[in-house]
């Protein structure tokens, strides 16, 4: 597998090129319903994603776009990274897509002077929380039915 794969790597949505663009809203579109609450019914337009003040990392499998990564810009100035979503294609689920593109954010994260990196998820969201904890995140922060009755928000960190 590893010789297949790739990454692309975006400091801000404006450096993304057209074709890209449209895979990144079509893994979101496609990955919606995954999320709790779906991303259709967030504040943030899906179509709008790309071009957000953000960073993105891209993971290609022969050549296709098979998942991604992207890191909202809150605390960048005080050296600590904020991972929003993550998604990898259905297609290439649980086959160790998502620790890649965790472990390769790492190293981006780490070569762009970031100490800490957070992010968060929902309690039920076993894929995201093993994923997560098998790349050496650890939960520190509960907030008890932040996603609906008895779905918690976890937060999760890693010191770089
Ligand atoms: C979360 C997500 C990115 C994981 O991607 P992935 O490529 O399937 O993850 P991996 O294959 O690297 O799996 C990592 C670990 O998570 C666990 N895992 C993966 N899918 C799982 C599932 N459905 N149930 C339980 N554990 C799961 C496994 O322990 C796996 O480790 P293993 O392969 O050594 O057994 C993917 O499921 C996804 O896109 N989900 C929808 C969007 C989402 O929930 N994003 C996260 C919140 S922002």
Same mark, same amino acid.
């Given at each position: 597998?590893?010789?297949?794969?790739?990454?692309?790597?975006?400091?801000?949505?404006?450096?993304?090129?057209?074709?890209?663009?449209k895979g990144i809203i079509e893994l979101h579109y496609a990955a919606d319903k995954d999320f709790i609450p779906p991303l259709s019914r967030r504040?943030? /337009?899906?179509?709008?994603?790309?071009?957000?003040? @953000?960073?993105?990392?891209? &993971?290609?499998?022969? #050549?296709?776009?098979?998942?991604?990564?992207?890191f909202w810009d809150y605390y960048w100035?005080?050296?600590?990274?904020?991972?929003?979503?993550?998604?990898?294609?259905?297609?290439?689920?649980?086959?160790?897509?998502?620790q890649l593109l965790i472990k390769e954010s790492v190293k981006r994260l780490r070569l762009d002077g970031i100490?800490?990196? /957070?992010?968060?998820t929902w309690s039920n969201n076993? @894929?995201?929380?093993?994923? &997560?904890?098998?790349? #050496?995140?650890?939960k520190y922060y509960t907030v008890r039915d932040a996603r609906g009755k008895g779905i918690h928000k976890i937060w999760l960190r890693r010191s770089l």
């Open positions: 597998m590893t010789e297949k794969y790739s990454f692309d790597y975006f400091k801000t949505g404006k450096e993304i090129d057209e074709r890209t663009r504040r943030q /337009k899906i179509e709008d994603i790309p071009d957000l003040n @953000s960073r993105f990392l891209v &993971l290609k499998y022969e #050549g296709r776009i098979a998942g991604v990564i992207i100035k005080c050296r600590s990274a904020y991972i929003g979503n993550t998604i990898v294609s259905r297609n290439f689920r649980k086959l160790g897509f998502g100490h800490l990196v /957070k992010t968060n076993m @894929s995201s929380i093993n994923m &997560l904890e098998k790349c #050496g995140f650890t």
